[in-house]
């Protein structure tokens, strides 16, 4: 900057690597030029001014100083101009550090997934009170929920379910299906389906939620199958045996979409860190009826689950008490074997259910089968 009355407004510090602002033409003597370019000697100090020109002019380098971080040109030489420009840089700094705190928490409220979980309890905690529910019907809604958020939230699918429920199907289902790229192909029961079908069926699974281990129990009614899609499930019979250890891409429950008003065969227990998906028989119903392999392949999954507890089930039948007992007579057997040329017979007519078995007496001489006779069978 050249000597005062000159006409440089604002002195550039030029060694520090930014230019100069000037303005030509500045009167010395208007009382509101800035102080840079007011007569260093007289009545041109920041102090001479009125109140008004002092405040505004605090005002303004405390704001240029601020949003320059610290680069602005303020010069304070005398006691009463630090009078008036430190509170003002101060209060200009608290103003400006609210603004950015702000600005903070609304982009966090924004994006943050705690702040969305915390608004979606908002709305079921609403609904329930509006709706007047039970107080233990709140609580199981609310700890289900909860649950629910938690593992979104920790599994990093909050965002994304709030980003895929704003997409159109078709984009949704192209993006869920490359999420779940991984499932689709160890998904063993869809083997042999057409690829877009697999994708739409894996897009409608639901997740289970992980409160508790236990996702079904032996005895219970059902009308949904399962999918382990991390991790392993156990499988246990009535008895607490364990059957066995189904790990990624299994199917067990099958029956709940087969027989839906069969009850449980085993017990499932997740294992520490597994996933598990359901479909129903209502969603799975449609596929059923335009693909029969489907039903076949749900079919086979519960015959190879019972064969594996027929061996468990022999190895404890001979401890545990029939809930029922299967009497069976035989009315007329044909293709008995006679006598043979070494004097021996085998007229004997055998009975099977599942692994137990018997067979028939015969008539002392005659060696003729003992018609009408029970044979018990107990149930497991």
């Not at 335009?290 to 468990?312: G, I, T």
Request: proline share 6%; net charge negative.
């Amino acid at each position: 900057g050249g000597p005062p009355g000159t006409g440089t407004w604002l002195q550039g510090v030029n060694d520090v690597g930014y230019a100069a602002l000037s303005c030509a033409d500045a009167d010395p003597n208007d009382p509101a030029a800035p102080p840079a370019c007011l007569p260093q000697g007289g009545g041109g100090r920041l102090h001479d001014q009125s109140m008004f020109v002092q405040y505004c002019w605090s005002m303004v380098f405390a704001v240029q100083t601020l949003c320059t971080v610290g680069y602005g040109h303020v010069y304070a030489v005398s006691a009463p101009e630090l009078v008036y420009t430190v509170p003002f840089l101060l209060l200009c700094s608290m103003a400006f550090s609210v603004v950015i705190a702000n600005m903070q928490f609304l982009t966090r409220s924004r994006f943050d997934p705690e702040n969305l979980a915390s608004q979606s309890r908002k709305q079921v905690q609403f609904y329930m009170r509006e709706r007047d529910l039970p107080l233990s019907l709140q609580f199981r809604l609310a700890s289900y929920y909860d649950n629910l958020i938690q593992d979104k939230i920790s599994n990093g699918r909050f965002l994304q379910d709030q980003v895929l429920a704003e997409l159109p199907l078709g984009l949704r289902v192209e993006v869920i299906t490359h999420l779940y790229k991984d499932l689709v192909e160890n998904t063993a029961f869809l083997r042999g389906l057409p690829y877009e079908v697999m994708c739409s069926i894996v897009v409608q699974m639901a997740l289970v939620p992980t409160d508790r281990p236990v996702i079904f129990e032996a005895g219970e009614f059902g009308h949904e199958c399962f999918v382990v899609s991390q991790g392993k499930v156990a499988l246990r019979s009535l008895f607490g045996d364990e059957i066995a250890v189904i790990g990624k891409g299994s199917l067990f429950g099958e029956l709940g979409v087969l027989m839906p008003g069969c009850r449980r065969h085993y017990t499932a227990t997740l294992c520490p860190g597994a996933s598990v998906r359901s479909m129903s028989r209502a969603m799975l119903e449609p596929y059923l009826c335009d693909y029969p392999e489907l039903a076949h392949e749900l079919y086979r999954q519960y015959l190879a689950h019972q064969y594996r507890q027929l061996s468990k089930l022999s190895r404890i039948r001979a401890r545990m008490d029939p809930y029922a007992i299967l009497y069976v007579s035989i009315v007329e057997a044909k293709g008995l074997s006679g006598w043979d040329m070494f004097g021996a017979s085998d007229p004997y007519c055998v009975v099977q259910v599942q692994d137990m078995k018997d067979k028939t007496n015969v008539e002392r001489g005659t060696l003729e089968p003992q018609w009408r006779e029970d044979f018990e069978f107990p149930m497991i």
